[in-house]
Structure formats: structure tokens, C-alpha cells
């Protein structure tokens, strides 16, 4: 629940009393079965974490999707602080894009948080039709009570980055943010900061490309992204593209410090494993430089060639920052840590805290370190009560207080079949990192798991978490 003041609308006022706010009793999450045996629709999972329940830890909602395959992915809200001020908007629904079908499900989480319903379907037909896109993304709640969704490609599965605007009350497509002929070539991940009258889009790569796998020829053929692109708030034009170079390949969750008058943040590269901070320069553009880069491990291991040299990078898939804009926290999927960086020197961000999770260097597995600049030995496996964790550490979730870091460990299931097999067999977990937040340091919670290898359905592949009370990545303030 958000703040009860009386003429407020959702959210929170500011981040810092976000910060204040309830502890979170339960947690949203997409589960998939595309891409494994089970032939059965994705569905929202409703999740119980609260230790004096006892459901702590349980599954205690599940509500299937009407199809096959979508690949639900990320979800946002129709209304959140930025709506702070307008008293009759509510956080009430629950925006479910399909990564993969293209269909958008509005689920109404207002009249039962503990169990939710389906409210409406957007079907692919009006993203096709109403704005030439396909393989919406990330959706963001505007100020203007209208609902924002970046795109990845086109109809056809070639990269597009455009954005679908919803109608907050019906749900029905409006049509294109961007302007005719202004989308990007590729898209993915967007952050809006109007004090600065900005938003700057990511890119990931063309769906087609990406659609059954990674193949690293596709990256040479310039299937994937590389580029940052800051548009004009007001007009909905690109005014420029930033260019990250090799180093910044396939730009992924981008965040802008919390503090609306920021005119900085910071973004996380999988391929090269870096993460760029954009700032306003004095002369009113933008720029971006690499503040951390995780070294590459050298390796040999009994897998096929091809995703041999993949093995060896760190692949930054989450980022995230605390509501203070203190920590910097992002998941390295492939060596399976998760870390914590100081970042109140925002150009010389410090790592605090560090955790080993899973992922494919582990002691037992089929890939031996050769070289290593930063680890003695490499990491055994994580056993939490009783089952193996496989995979790596992926989606974060950090609670208001910044206390308690929640993690999942599926990707995207092409990418699970293809680099974490036993992932797929077996089913992801959701995990919870209990944060120092004065000296900085991370440590597991071992009395906390959720299994999704144990669904009813069969093992399923859980991927972003959202509190019913917005968070640090759903929320923007204005």
C-alpha cells in the first residue's frame, strides 16, 4: 500500500520518503514455460514474503495467461509516483508486456492484491497496425496518466525502437510516442527525467536475432546494440545518439539517479560486462564513459565452441539503484555474483559488497578458470535448503529500506536453454540478499528460497520482481 495522506495520489512524494515506506508483504512475478517441455501459458505469480506469515516464502497466486508463448518478460504500473500529485489516480493495474507474442495484458491487482485478474489483453494487432511495432519491453507510467512502452522490432523482427503510448483508463492504443521516422534502430530499456527534459532509450538487438539464441556472429553482423539515444521530452524527437563502442555492446537496464533534478545515472553493458555513467555536460548534450568494467576470466571448458568465448565475460543483465542514491547493485549472470558499488562519487564508483550465487564457473562444473585476476578459487555451488541453484543470478529487486536485495535467476528462456540447460530442467529460484547499507557488504539469507522447480505445472523460469507498492525501478519522480 502507498502512503494514506489524504489528497495525494499514488506513490510516494519523494525517494528518500519512499524510503519510509511499508515493508513489502508480497511480490509479482512473471513465470515462463516458453521454451521448455511444458506446454502451458506463462502466468503471474504472486509470491508471500512476509516471515511472520505462514505462507512465508509459498506461491499463493497463480494467474495463467490466455495464450501460449507469450514470454512474459517485465511489467510497470498504470499510475505511480509520478502520479503522486493527481488524488484520483490509483495504482491499481498491473502492465504485463509480451516479449515475444507482442500482446500487452493489463492484470487488475487493486481489487485483490493477493489474487490477481486479468483486466484486459492489448492484442499484437494494434502495436502493429496503430504504431509499426512489435516486442514491447519496458513500460513506464507517465505524469499524464498515459502508459509508455519501449519496443524492441518491428512486425517482421527487425529492430525497431519505437514507443506505444496506452490511454491510462482504457488501456486501448493511443499510438507512437516517438514522432514519424524518429525510432531507433534498436531498442530495449528507457528512463525519463522531465526537470531535464529528457529520456534516454537502450538497445538490445533485433528480435529475430536474439529470438532463439545467441549466436556471437549476429553481433559482427550488427545484429545487436551499442548506442544510447536521448530524446527531446517536450517534442518527442532523438537529439542524439551516444555511441558506447565495443566496450559498451548490447546496452541493457538503464537508470537515472533517483533525484529528480539529477542529470546523470548509470547503465549496465552485457556484452564487454561494463557499466557507462551518462551525465548533462556544462554545455547542455550529453555524455558517457566507462566507470566499471568486471575483468574477463580466461577459461577452457568442455562445452561447444560456440558459446565458449560467451563463457568467459561476466554478462551485466540487472542494474539498479537505492532510493538514496547511494548503492549501485547488478548481477553478473554468467561468472554468478552480485555486487554492490559506493557510488556517492558517482565518477568513481566503489565495490562495497560482493556475493556468489550460482553461475558457470562453479567448482563442479564443466568450465576451469585458468586465469583469474580476482578470485583465489572458483566459487562452489549455492545448495539453499537442499536444492542447487542453478543458472545465475539475474533480476534484482532492492526492498524501499534498501535493506533486503531480492534476486531471480532466469534471463530469457532462449538464452536459459541455450547457456544454463539445467535451468530450464529444473526450474529458477527467487533468492534474498540481506544488505549492509552502512559500511556496504552483502550476504545471503539461507532461511529464504522460492523454488519454481516445484510448481504445480512443472519447473517454470521466474523472471522480474514487482512490490504492489511500486519500487526502485517502477517509480520515476518528477
Given at each position: 500500500a502507498?502512503?494514506t ?5 499514488p ?12 515493508r513489502?508483504e ?21 509470491v508471500?514474503?512476509?516471515?511472520q ?5 509459498k ?29 484520483s ?35 499484437p ?8 511495432l ?23 523482427g ?54 532463439n ?15 544510447l539515444?536521448?530524446w ?18 548490447i ?24 557499466v ?12 558517457a ?6 575483468n574477463i ?15 568467459a ?10 532510493l ?34 550460482a ?24 545448495i ?38 539445467d ?43 514487482r ?12
Open positions: 502507498a502512503s495522506c489524504s489528497g495525494c495520489g506513490g510516494y512524494k519523494t525517494p528518500l520518503d519512499a524510503m519510509k515506506g511499508p513489502e508480497i511480490v509479482y512475478l512473471p513465470c515462463i514455460y516458453r521454451n521448455t517441455d511444458i506446454q502451458k501459458p506463462d502466468y503471474l505469480a504472486t508471500d514474503v512476509n516471515p506469515s505462514p505462507n512465508f516464502c506461491v499463493i497466486h497463480r494467474l495463467p495467461m490466455p495464450n501460449l508463448k507469450d514470454e512474459l518478460h517485465h511489467s510497470g504500473w498504470n499510475a505511480c509516483s509520478s502520479c503522486y500529485d493527481d488524488p489516480k490509483r495504482r491499481n493495474r498491473l502492465i504485463l508486456p509480451s516479449l515475444i507474442s507482442s500482446r500487452v495484458y493489463v492484470v487488475d491487482v487493486g481489487t485483490d492484491p493477493r489474487a490477481p485478474r486479468l483486466h484486459k489483453i492489448v492484442e494487432i494494434d502495436l502493429f497496425w496503430k504504431c509499426g512489435a516486442n514491447p519491453h519496458t513500460s513506464h507510467c507517465l505524469g499524464s496518466g498515459q502508459i509508455m512502452i519501449s519496443t524492441m522490432g518491428d512486425p517482421s527487425n529492430g525497431k525502437g519505437g514507443f506505444v503510448l496506452l490511454d491510462g483508463e482504457t488501456f486501448e492504443v493511443i499510438g507512437n510516442w516517438e514522432q514519424p521516422g524518429e525510432a531507433a534502430p534498436f531498442g530495449y530499456d528507457f528512463w525519463y527525467q522531465p526537470r531535464h527534459n529528457v529520456m534516454i532509450s537502450t538497445e538490445w538487438g533485433a528480435p529475430k536475432a536474439l529470438g539464441g545467441f549466436n556471437p556472429a549476429d553481433v559482427k553482423a550488427g545484429h545487436y546494440g551499442q548506442r539515444h536521448v527531446d521530452w517536450t517534442t518527442h524527437k532523438r537529439i542524439q545518439t551516444l555511441d558506447l563502442g565495443e566496450e559498451g555492446a546496452p541493457l537496464e538503464i537508470r537515472f539517479l533517483h533525484d529528480p533534478a539529477a542529470a546523470e545515472g548509470f547503465v549496465g553493458c552485457a556484452l564487454q560486462s561494463t557507462f555513467r551518462f551525465y548533462k555536460t556544462p554545455k547542455g548534450d550529453w555524455a564513459v566507462s566507470v566499471i568494467y568486471i576470466k580466461k577459461k577452457k571448458l568442455g562445452l561447444h565452441s560456440f558459446t565458449h568465448v560467451f563463457f565475460i561476466g554478462l551485466i543483465t540487472d542494474i539498479l539503484i537505492s538514496d542514491d547511494r548503492f549501485l547493485y547488478f548481477s553478473n549472470w554468467l561468472h554468478g555474483d552480485i555486487r554492490q558499488y559506493d557510488i556517492t562519487d558517482r565518477r568513481n564508483p566503489r565495490m562495497v559488497g560482493q556475493v556468489f550465487l553461475g558457470s564457473i562453479l567448482k563442479d562444473g564443466p568450465v576451469k578458470v585458468l586465469e583469474d585476476k580476482e578470485l583465489d578459487s572458483q566459487p562452489a555451488p549455492r539453499l535448503k537442499g536444492k542447487r541453484v542453478q543458472g545465475g543470478p539475474q533480476m534484482l529487486q532492492l526492498s524501499l529500506d534498501g535493506k533486503r536485495l531480492y534476486v531471480t535467476t532466469s534471463l530469457y528462456s532462449a538464452w536459459d536453454k541455450q547457456f544454463y540447460p535451468l530450464v530442467k529444473e526450474g529458477s529460484v527467487m533468492m534474498q540478499i540481506d544488505v549492509d547499507t552502512d559500511k556496504g557488504g552483502l550476504k545471503l539469507n539461507e532461511n529464504f528460497l522460492v523454488d519454481f522447480g516445484a510448481e504445480p505445472d512443472g519447473p517454470a523460469l521466474a523472471h522480474e520482481l512490490y504492489p507498492g511500486g519500487d526502485c525501478t517502477s517509480d520515476i519522480w518528477l
